[in-house]
C-alpha cells in the first residue's frame, strides 16, 4: 500500500492518501486501497477511531484523476461512480468515528471523500469545493446529496451549479468544517484530541450516535422508532451500567475495558 499509507497509535488509525506530486487526486487504485484501509481500520479491535487525511502541504484530495476516466463510456462512468458511492457510504456508516483532516484543496472527489467523513478539521488554507460543472457533468460520489445536507439546498446549488469553492472560515460558518486551525502542524494534533474526546465515552454509544443520526437521512425510515430501539437496547449492556455506576458515584467512567 504505498499509494495509500496506513498506521495506528493510540487508538487511532491514520489513513493517508500519499499522491502529494498529483495532489493526491482519486484513481480507481487510490480507492480501492482506501476501501482495504478502512476494511483493515473496521476489523482491527484496537482501533477506535480513524483519522483520514491527504499527503503533502497542497492538498487533502484536489479530485478525480481526469486522465484515467476522460474517455469512460456512460456504463463505464457508471461503473465508477457507483464503486466510490459505495466505498464512501461505508465510510460514513462506520460505527468507529472517522475525523477528516483537510488542508489545502478539497474538491470534486476530495470534497465528497471529506464529506463521507463524520467531522472535519481544516486548516485555514483549505478550500472545499463541487467544480464538476466546469467539466461538463455533476459529482458523482454522492456530493449531491451530502453537500445538501450539510449546507442546505440554495447554497448547495450555488456550489454546485457555479463550481465555485469556498474558504475555510465559509465552509465553519455553514458547518461544513467542524473546527478550523491555523497551521497544518495542528491539523492532526485536532483531530487526534477530538477523537479521544470521543474514546472516554460509551463506544457503543457512540456508535448508535452515527447510525442514528445518518439515519435521519433515510426516508424510508422511522429514527423516532430507531432511536427507541438503541435507547432500549443500550440499557442491557456493561458500558451502561459502567456509566450510570460511575454517576451515581461521583467518578468519571472507565469504558475501556467494557464490550
Given at each position: 500500500?504505498?499509494?495509500?499509507?496506513?498506521?495506528?497509535?493510540?487508538?487511532?488509525?491514520?489513513?493517508?492518501?500519499?499522491?502529494?506530486?498529483?495532489?493526491?487526486?482519486?484513481?480507481?487504485?487510490?480507492?480501492?486501497?482506501?476501501?482495504?484501509?478502512?476494511?483493515?481500520?473496521?476489523?482491527?479491535?484496537?482501533?477506535?477511531?480513524?483519522?483520514?487525511?491527504?499527503?503533502?502541504?497542497?492538498?487533502?484530495?484536489?479530485?478525480?484523476?481526469?486522465?484515467?476516466?476522460?474517455?469512460?463510456?456512460?456504463?463505464?462512468?457508471?461503473?465508477?461512480?457507483?464503486?466510490?458511492?459505495?466505498?464512501?457510504?461505508?465510510?460514513?456508516?462506520?460505527?468507529?468515528?472517522?475525523?477528516?483532516?483537510?488542508?489545502?484543496?478539497?474538491?470534486?472527489?476530495?470534497?465528497?471523500?471529506?464529506?463521507?467523513?463524520?467531522?472535519?478539521?481544516?486548516?485555514?488554507?483549505?478550500?472545499?469545493?463541487?467544480?464538476?460543472?466546469?467539466?461538463?457533468?455533476?459529482?458523482?460520489?454522492?456530493?449531491?446529496?451530502?453537500?445538501?445536507?450539510?449546507?442546505?439546498?440554495?447554497?448547495?446549488?450555488?456550489?454546485?451549479?457555479?463550481g465555485d469553492p469556498i474558504d475555510a472560515a465559509e465552509a465553519h460558518r455553514l458547518g461544513l468544517a467542524n473546527h478550523v486551525?491555523?497551521?497544518?502542524?495542528?491539523?492532526?494534533?485536532?483531530?487526534?484530541?477530538?477523537?479521544?474526546?470521543?474514546?472516554?465515552?460509551?463506544?457503543?454509544?457512540?456508535?448508535?450516535?452515527?447510525?442514528?443520526?445518518?439515519?435521519?437521512?433515510?426516508?424510508?425510515?422511522?429514527?423516532?422508532?430507531?432511536?427507541?430501539?438503541?435507547?432500549?437496547?443500550?440499557?442491557?449492556?456493561?458500558?451502561?451500567?459502567?456509566?450510570?455506576?460511575?454517576?451515581?458515584?461521583?467518578?468519571?467512567?472507565?469504558?475501556?475495558?467494557?464490550?
Amino acid at each position: 500500500m504505498e499509494i495509500v499509507l496506513f498506521s495506528k497509535d493510540a487508538g487511532i488509525a491514520q489513513i493517508t492518501i500519499n499522491r502529494p506530486d498529483k495532489m493526491n487526486a482519486l484513481n480507481r487504485a487510490v480507492l480501492a486501497e482506501l476501501d482495504r484501509c478502512f476494511q483493515q481500520a473496521l476489523g482491527d479491535p484496537e482501533v477506535n477511531g480513524v483519522v483520514l487525511t491527504g499527503a503533502g502541504d497542497r492538498a487533502f484530495v484536489a479530485g478525480a484523476d481526469i486522465s484515467e476516466f476522460a474517455h469512460y463510456t456512460a456504463a463505464e462512468a457508471k461503473a465508477l461512480s457507483t464503486f466510490g458511492q459505495e466505498l464512501f457510504r461505508r465510510i460514513e456508516e462506520s460505527p468507529k468515528p472517522v475525523v477528516a483532516a483537510v488542508h489545502g484543496f478539497a474538491l470534486g472527489g476530495g470534497c465528497e471523500l471529506a464529506m463521507a467523513c463524520h467531522l472535519r478539521i481544516a486548516t485555514r488554507a483549505a478550500r472545499f469545493g463541487q467544480p464538476e460543472v466546469s467539466l461538463g457533468v455533476v459529482p458523482g460520489y454522492g456530493g449531491t446529496q451530502r453537500l445538501v445536507q450539510l449546507v442546505g439546498k440554495a447554497k448547495a446549488l450555488e456550489m454546485l451549479c457555479t463550481g465555485d469553492p469556498i474558504d475555510a472560515a465559509e465552509a465553519h460558518r455553514l458547518g461544513l468544517a467542524n473546527h478550523v486551525v491555523e497551521e497544518q502542524s495542528e491539523l492532526l494534533p485536532r483531530a487526534q484530541a477530538l477523537l479521544q474526546r470521543m474514546f472516554l465515552r460509551g463506544s457503543q454509544a457512540v456508535a448508535g450516535c452515527i447510525e442514528l443520526v445518518n439515519d435521519f437521512f433515510q426516508a424510508d425510515r422511522d429514527g423516532y422508532a430507531l432511536e427507541a430501539n438503541y435507547f432500549g437496547r443500550l440499557f442491557e449492556t456493561d458500558q451502561f451500567r459502567e456509566g450510570v455506576d460511575a454517576f451515581m458515584e461521583k467518578r468519571k467512567p472507565n469504558f475501556r475495558h467494557k464490550p
